[in-house]
């Protein structure tokens, strides 16, 4: 079993309006709710496959009950862990005039400590059944900075593979518990290295500690940085739609084929594929079954480097 951690989960709101004015008053055509966060995102995307896998994470008030409510809808396991106060709600404005998402993202209420030390007792119990452990998002306020790290060991201690998608110090304090993969975006290798180039930024990574480090690079697609080499893999096209999800896409391919010990060309091709499935999707959670069944026949892996030193 794949377990999914979703420490900041949301309420997702997409609004769709006709244009988006500031100031003005806008009459909203079609809106959806559900369940989100990046875990949860994952979790969906590996349900979608066959995958079992469980959501943990905090949830609390009466958005974490919409939240929860929408996880037995999807048929997701809801292993999460009550708090006090309201979960957060992210809103998406589309605008039907150019395409346009403006998103605004609350930040979530503060976990105190007792919480903090239900869900870490709640975490290592689920850990029995986990092969591997998946660590998504950003922190809410009152989980403490290195709170990735110590998951991470936990997991380790169990057995359990880990995959941390974060950002930051949050993603700088797990290296040092040797995640099995990080796979941060061009944006994140840049801000947590200072380094621009994807393969320099990516080798500084495992230097810190990743095991192996699947850069994702928007349309370019993906460079893996891996103690069996180096590969790049590349979507057969570029996609327009929503690529806001297609990290979470990714992520669940690797976790997937973590689970399956797949070798890793054949992991970053169904990686690429089902992210770009989940591009032509308006939800964050949602693939595209027909485009990800193309695609992953068709996605060039290169090798492009000798086995990198441990
Ligand atoms: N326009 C696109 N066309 C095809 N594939 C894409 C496109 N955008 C992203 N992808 C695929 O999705 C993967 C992940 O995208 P990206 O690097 O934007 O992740 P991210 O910034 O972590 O996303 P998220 O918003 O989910 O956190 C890329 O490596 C690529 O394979
Ligand atoms: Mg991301």
Redesign the pocket.
């Known amino acids: 079993m794949i377990l999914t951690v979703t420490l900041n989960a949301a309420l997702d709101v997409t609004y769709h309006v006709d244009a988006l004015v500031p100031r003005a008053s806008h009459r909203v055509g079609e809106s959806f709710s559900r369940a989100g966060g990046?875990g949860v995102n994952v979790a969906r995307v590996l349900s979608t496959l066959g995958v079992p896998a469980v959501v943990t994470g905090l949830v609390g008030g009466p958005t974490g009950r919409a939240i929860r409510d929408d996880l037995r809808v999807a048929e997701l396991t809801d292993e999460l862990v009550p708090m006090a106060g309201d979960s957060r709600r992210t809103v998406t404005v589309v605008s039907r005039e150019d395409g346009d998402a403006t998103v605004f993202n609350q930040c979530g209420p503060h976990v105190d400590t007792a919480v903090w030390t239900t869900f870490v007792a709640r975490f290592t119990r689920l850990l029995r059944g986990a092969q591997v452990v998946v660590l998504s998002g950003s922190l809410p306020p009152g989980v403490p900075a290195d709170a990735y790290a110590r998951l991470t060991r936990l997991a380790d201690d169990a057995g359990a593979m880990t995959v941390v998608d974060a950002g930051g110090p949050t993603l700088l304090k797990a290296l040092g518990a040797h995640p099995t993969v990080v796979k941060p975006?061009?944006a994140e290798l840049t801000e947590a290295t200072g380094h621009d180039d994807a393969a320099t930024a990516a080798r500084s990574l495992r230097e810190l500690g990743a095991g192996s480090v699947v850069a994702?690079?928007?349309?370019d697609?993906?460079l893996a940085v891996t103690p069996e080499g180096t590969w790049r893999a590349t979507?057969p096209r570029?996609?327009?739609?929503n690529?806001?999800?297609?990290?979470?896409?990714?992520v669940a391919a690797i976790a997937a084929g973590l689970l399956a010990a797949e070798p890793w060309p054949a992991v970053l091709r169904e990686?690429?594929a089902l992210?770009?499935a989940?591009?032509v999707c308006p939800l964050?959670g949602d693939i595209d079954a027909g485009l990800y069944h193309q695609f992953r026949t068709s996605v060039p892996v290169e090798r492009t480097h000798a086995p990198v030193d441990h």
């Open positions: 990046k975006n061009a994702s690079r928007g349309p697609g993906l979507p570029r996609l327009a739609g690529p806001t999800g297609a990290g979470d896409a990714c990686a690429v992210s770009a989940a591009v964050a």
